[in-house]
């Protein structure tokens, strides 16, 4: 593994550890050259994924954007980091494993939002009001009369 300090391509592995759900390995490292420590992260990958956005745009789906996006909801929320890492994996896995390479962003916008749902409540709104693009406030409150509907 290449260091991102000196760009040395020698490293060693210090220590490794797999994520609670197993998807993931975490390794320390220490570059041969510097001595700089730093982490990298292991996954696994199924398939290439791309992404058919609303605009009929093919993009490479992009794990760190979906991440991005679910943090940005959750923001300043008393949500655990560990579970919105288990949220961004089962997602990813959810997809990579439905036999399907072309996946429409809506179909993910939706994935996210049952996720949101049982999570944080406020990042649902929150996310909801993007994904859904919420002009004003009438749309905020149409959207939290049917939630709370559906909750009685």
């Not at 990958?45 to 954007?65: W, Y």
């Not at 994935?111 to 919420?134: C, H, P, T």
């Amino acid at each position: 593994m290449k260091c991102p300090f000196c760009q040395n391509i020698n490293s060693q592995v210090k220590d490794s550890r797999t994520s609670e759900d197993g998807s993931v390995i975490r390794r320390r490292r220490v570059c041969s050259s510097c001595g700089a420590r730093f982490t990298t992260f292991e996954r696994v990958q199924l398939r290439d994924l791309t992404i058919i956005k609303k605009n009929n745009e093919h993009v490479p789906f992009d794990r760190d954007k979906l991440a991005k996006s679910i943090y940005v909801a959750v923001r300043k929320r008393p949500v655990d980091v560990d579970k919105i890492e288990r949220l961004v994996n089962t997602i990813q896995r959810t997809l990579e494993s439905s036999g399907v390479s072309d996946i429409k962003s809506t179909y993910i916008g939706q994935l996210v939002m049952d996720a949101l749902l049982n999570l944080d409540k406020v990042a649902y709104i929150r996310y909801a009001s993007v994904y859904r693009n919420f002009n004003e406030t009438k749309d905020f409150e149409d959207f939290i009369s049917t939630l709370m509907k559906e909750e009685n």
